[in-house]
Protein backbone atom coordinates (compact mmCIF):
# COMPACT_ATOMS: atom_id res chain seq x y z
CA UNK A 1 0.00 0.00 0.00
CA UNK A 2 2.91 2.49 0.09
CA UNK A 3 2.95 5.14 -2.73
CA UNK A 4 6.16 5.68 -4.89
CA UNK A 5 7.10 8.55 -6.32
CA UNK A 6 7.08 7.94 -9.84
CA UNK A 7 7.19 10.72 -13.45
CA UNK A 8 3.54 9.55 -13.44
CA UNK A 9 2.64 11.76 -10.65
CA UNK A 10 5.14 14.60 -11.24
CA UNK A 11 3.71 17.62 -11.84
CA UNK A 12 7.04 19.83 -13.40
CA UNK A 13 5.64 22.63 -10.54
CA UNK A 14 8.55 22.09 -8.16
CA UNK A 15 6.71 23.33 -5.20
CA UNK A 16 4.16 21.33 -5.75
CA UNK A 17 6.02 18.37 -6.43
CA UNK A 18 8.02 18.91 -3.11
CA UNK A 19 4.78 18.66 -1.23
CA UNK A 20 3.23 16.06 -2.79
CA UNK A 21 6.60 14.11 -1.80
CA UNK A 22 6.33 15.34 1.40
CA UNK A 23 2.81 13.94 1.76
CA UNK A 24 3.69 10.55 0.12
CA UNK A 25 6.58 10.39 3.17
CA UNK A 26 3.60 11.10 5.42
CA UNK A 27 1.17 8.62 3.93
CA UNK A 28 4.17 5.74 3.78
CA UNK A 29 5.14 6.28 7.32
CA UNK A 30 1.45 6.28 8.77
CA UNK A 31 0.97 2.91 6.86
CA UNK A 32 4.42 1.48 8.55
CA UNK A 33 3.15 2.75 11.80
CA UNK A 34 -0.24 0.98 11.34
CA UNK A 35 1.29 -2.19 10.10
CA UNK A 36 4.56 -2.26 12.88
CA UNK A 37 3.80 -0.01 15.65
CA UNK A 38 2.66 -1.62 18.95
CA UNK A 39 1.62 2.07 20.41
CA UNK A 40 -0.76 4.22 18.69
CA UNK A 41 1.05 7.30 19.79
CA UNK A 42 3.31 7.24 16.43
CA UNK A 43 1.06 6.78 14.29
CA UNK A 44 -1.30 9.53 15.67
CA UNK A 45 1.38 11.79 15.74
CA UNK A 46 2.15 10.69 12.14
CA UNK A 47 -1.70 11.18 11.31
CA UNK A 48 -2.01 14.80 13.17
CA UNK A 49 1.15 16.01 11.07
CA UNK A 50 -0.46 15.10 7.70
CA UNK A 51 -3.89 16.41 8.38
CA UNK A 52 -1.46 19.74 8.72
CA UNK A 53 0.38 19.26 5.97
CA UNK A 54 -2.52 18.23 3.62
CA UNK A 55 -4.39 20.86 4.54
CA UNK A 56 -1.68 23.26 3.87
CA UNK A 57 -1.37 22.10 0.63
CA UNK A 58 -5.03 21.75 -0.38
CA UNK A 59 -5.17 25.86 0.54
CA UNK A 60 -1.98 26.37 -1.78
CA UNK A 61 -3.16 24.86 -4.52
CA UNK A 62 -6.80 25.98 -4.71
CA UNK A 63 -5.08 29.30 -5.03
CA UNK A 64 -2.64 28.48 -7.70
CA UNK A 65 -5.81 27.04 -9.20
CA UNK A 66 -7.59 29.76 -8.64
CA UNK A 67 -4.52 32.33 -10.38
CA UNK A 68 -4.42 30.10 -13.60
CA UNK A 69 -8.31 30.13 -14.06
CA UNK A 70 -8.47 26.29 -13.55
CA UNK A 71 -12.04 26.06 -14.85
CA UNK A 72 -12.53 22.59 -12.68
CA UNK A 73 -11.46 24.35 -9.59
CA UNK A 74 -14.93 23.84 -7.87
CA UNK A 75 -14.88 20.18 -8.53
CA UNK A 76 -11.06 19.94 -7.31
CA UNK A 77 -11.96 21.43 -4.53
CA UNK A 78 -14.92 19.18 -3.61
CA UNK A 79 -12.56 15.99 -4.01
CA UNK A 80 -10.20 18.02 -1.07
CA UNK A 81 -13.41 18.60 1.30
CA UNK A 82 -14.33 14.88 0.86
CA UNK A 83 -11.03 13.44 1.51
CA UNK A 84 -10.74 16.30 4.44
CA UNK A 85 -14.00 14.97 5.83
CA UNK A 86 -12.35 11.55 6.12
CA UNK A 87 -8.90 13.39 7.51
CA UNK A 88 -10.95 14.34 10.32
CA UNK A 89 -13.23 11.21 10.63
CA UNK A 90 -9.89 9.20 11.53
CA UNK A 91 -7.81 12.13 13.57
CA UNK A 92 -10.73 13.86 15.50
CA UNK A 93 -11.04 10.62 17.65
CA UNK A 94 -7.78 10.26 17.98
CA UNK A 95 -6.79 13.18 19.45
CA UNK A 96 -9.86 12.98 21.91
CA UNK A 97 -7.69 9.72 23.03
CA UNK A 98 -4.03 8.65 22.31
CA UNK A 99 -5.12 5.13 22.83
CA UNK A 100 -7.90 4.56 20.00
CA UNK A 101 -7.97 2.00 18.09
CA UNK A 102 -7.80 3.30 14.21
CA UNK A 103 -9.71 0.88 12.15
CA UNK A 104 -7.60 0.12 8.78
CA UNK A 105 -9.96 1.43 6.52
CA UNK A 106 -10.07 5.23 6.87
CA UNK A 107 -6.13 4.62 6.22
CA UNK A 108 -6.30 2.49 3.17
CA UNK A 109 -9.19 4.44 1.92
CA UNK A 110 -6.80 7.60 2.33
CA UNK A 111 -3.95 6.41 0.75
CA UNK A 112 -5.82 4.92 -2.72
CA UNK A 113 -7.90 8.02 -2.71
CA UNK A 114 -4.79 10.43 -2.52
CA UNK A 115 -2.95 8.06 -5.15
CA UNK A 116 -5.97 8.61 -7.49
CA UNK A 117 -6.07 12.32 -6.78
CA UNK A 118 -2.39 12.60 -8.17
CA UNK A 119 -3.26 10.20 -10.83
CA UNK A 120 -6.07 12.03 -12.40
CA UNK A 121 -7.46 14.92 -10.56
CA UNK A 122 -4.36 16.55 -10.39
CA UNK A 123 -3.06 15.14 -13.69
CA UNK A 124 -5.63 17.41 -15.38
CA UNK A 125 -4.69 20.75 -13.93
CA UNK A 126 -0.74 19.51 -14.48
CA UNK A 127 -2.03 19.57 -18.18
CA UNK A 128 -3.90 22.80 -17.81
CA UNK A 129 -1.25 25.24 -16.16
CA UNK A 130 1.10 23.92 -18.71
CA UNK A 131 -0.92 25.22 -21.37
CA UNK A 132 -1.34 28.68 -20.19
CA UNK A 133 2.32 28.45 -19.52
CA UNK A 134 3.20 27.76 -23.12
Do not use: C
Not at 6 to 26: A, F, P, V, W
Not at 53 to 58: K, N, R
Not at 96 to 112: F, G, H, N, T, Y
Amino acid sequence: MIIEWNEEITSGIDEIDRQHKQIIGLLNQIVYFFETSDSSKELISSLLEFSKVIHEHFDFEEKLLAQYGYKDLKNHKAGHEEISDMINSVVMPAMLDDEADIPAEPIISIVRWFENHLKTEDARYFKSIKQKEA
